[in-house]
């Protein structure tokens, strides 16, 4: 919230909060009283780089993948890890719970992707994709995987299906020219959303042949994505530091954010959706009020790059830092944030929010 005390510019400041077409650019004085305060609660030692992190649906359990290829499991109320599972592969880029919350899967940059029962066994012989796995999610009904792996030879599709029992490749998409960053499942299981090195970001349905949409609206590689808990939304981060908000059923990008200086490595919507987090390459997680927009609070989360962010609930977050460190966060509340209803009635109620007014509501 902007105060006497700022300092408002046109362009990007070293110390600047944030920007947004509503709000725009400005810096905020250290005397101005934040309307989130953040407490660290625990600090974990992964032991090597850590690149990701994911929480099961039970927002107790969690697991982080690391360089050396560890993926260590962890329990939130005891802020703590309880077992480190030696993969027997190399880096971990990424890691998804099943909706069930019954297994998790690992993808590897050997190409590699695994799958793990809760206790950390392994479930079935894994599969190798021969490219770098990037990004992996399990459909809405945890029988299937989609994966999204660095293009090596562009000759293989860069998003691949597989079954998870047994876990085997059943399709192949070829929407990107290059790399894919992020998939997604959309919340009905009809199709996903992909990014990737090519600047886009695509909707794909799978009963079509091709992409629902696909925009090149950013000015960098995307970097990440996440869907709204509801569905209908979708955010998308980049190399530049940039955030955008998507409408997944016309192909718009709503609004746009210049979120950090440095690349976009991780995104997270609290569980009702009014909360987004974003993490960079500068070290900083940031808190925005959705779908305004408007930035709650900002702090230096980690000495290196934060590599992974999750909400636990509205008041928890954990993220993970290339410096090798876990943190456990509790969000404090100084005055009331959120003033609209946090459950939305329906998704094109939601829709309508993050439009807008239309210019017929200025008649």
Same mark, same amino acid.
């Given at each position: 919230m902007?105060?006497?005390?700022?300092?408002?510019?046109?362009k990007?400041?070293d110390g600047y909060?944030?920007y947004n077409?509503?709000l725009?650019?400005?810096?905020?004085?250290?005397t101005l009283?934040n +309307?989130?305060?953040f407490?660290l609660?625990?600090?974990?030692?992964v032991g090597s780089?850590?690149y990701?992190?994911?929480?099961?649906p039970n927002?107790e359990n969690?697991v982080?993948g690391?360089r050396?290829? *560890?993926?260590h499991?962890?329990?939130?109320s005891r802020?703590?890890?309880v077992?480190?599972?030696?993969t027997?592969h190399?880096r971990?880029?990424?890691?998804s719970?099943s909706?069930?919350?019954?297994?998790?899967?690992s993808?590897?940059?050997d190409? #590699?992707?695994?799958?793990?029962?809760s206790n950390?066994e392994?479930?079935?012989p894994?599969v190798?994709?021969?490219d770098?796995?990037?990004?992996?999610?399990?459909s809405?009904d945890?029988k299937?995987?989609?994966?999204?792996? *660095?293009?090596n030879?562009?000759e293989?599709?860069?998003?691949?299906l597989?079954?998870?029992?047994?876990?085997d490749?059943v399709?192949?998409?070829?929407h990107?020219?290059?790399?894919?960053?992020?998939?997604?499942y959309?919340?009905?299981g009809t199709?996903?959303i992909s990014?990737g090195?090519?600047?886009?970001?695509?909707?794909v349905?799978?009963?079509?042949?091709?992409?629902l949409f696909?925009?090149?609206?950013?000015?960098?590689?995307?970097t990440?994505?996440?869907?709204?808990p509801?569905g209908g939304?979708?955010?998308?981060?980049a190399?530049?530091? #940039?955030v955008?908000?998507?409408?997944?059923?016309a192909?718009?990008d709503?609004?746009t954010i210049?979120?950090?200086r440095?690349?976009? #490595?991780s995104?997270a919507f609290?569980p009702?959706?009014?909360m987004l987090?974003?993490g960079g390459?500068?070290?900083?997680?940031a808190?925005?009020?959705?779908?305004?927009?408007? +930035?709650?609070?900002?702090t230096?989360?980690h000495?290196?790059?934060v590599r992974?962010?999750?909400?636990?609930?509205?008041? #928890?977050?954990i993220?993970?830092?290339?410096e090798?460190t876990?943190k456990?966060?509790r969000?404090t509340r100084?005055f009331?944030?959120?003033?609209?209803?946090?459950?939305?009635?329906s998704m094109?109620?939601?829709?309508d929010d993050?439009?807008? +007014?239309s210019?017929?509501?200025?008649e």
């Open positions: 902007p105060s006497s005390n700022c300092k408002w510019s046109t990007r400041l909060f944030g077409d509503h725009g650019l400005y810096e905020i004085s250290d009283i +309307p989130l305060a407490t609660e625990a600090t974990l030692s780089p850590a990701c992190i994911t929480v099961a927002r969690f982080v690391d050396s290829g *560890k993926v499991i962890g329990i939130i802020g703590s890890f077992k480190a599972i030696e027997g190399n971990v880029w990424t890691l719970y909706p069930h919350g019954d297994r998790f899967a993808g590897h940059e190409g #590699t992707i695994a799958l793990w029962d950390g392994q479930i079935s894994p190798t994709a021969q770098w796995v990037y990004t992996l999610c399990f809405p945890g299937y995987i989609l994966s999204g792996h *660095k293009q030879d562009p293989r599709a860069n998003v691949r597989w079954t998870t029992d047994p876990l490749h399709g192949s998409f070829f990107h020219p290059s790399s894919v960053t992020s998939v997604r959309l919340p009905d199709g996903f990014a090195r090519d600047k886009s970001v695509a909707c349905l799978f009963d079509r042949n091709e992409p696909n925009q090149r609206k950013h000015k960098g590689t995307v990440y994505l996440i869907m709204h509801i939304i979708a955010i998308s981060g190399w530049t530091g #940039t955008k908000v998507w409408d997944l059923q192909g718009d709503l609004r210049e979120a950090h440095a690349r976009i #490595t995104l609290s009702s959706g009014r987090a974003s390459k500068d070290s900083q997680i808190i925005w009020q959705m779908p305004e927009c408007m +930035p709650l609070k900002r230096e989360a000495s290196g790059w992974g962010i999750c909400f636990i609930d509205e008041d #928890t977050l993220s993970v830092g290339s090798g876990c456990i966060w969000l100084r009331p944030i959120v003033e609209k209803p946090v459950e939305y009635k094109q109620e939601l829709l993050y439009r807008g +007014p210019d017929e509501d200025d």
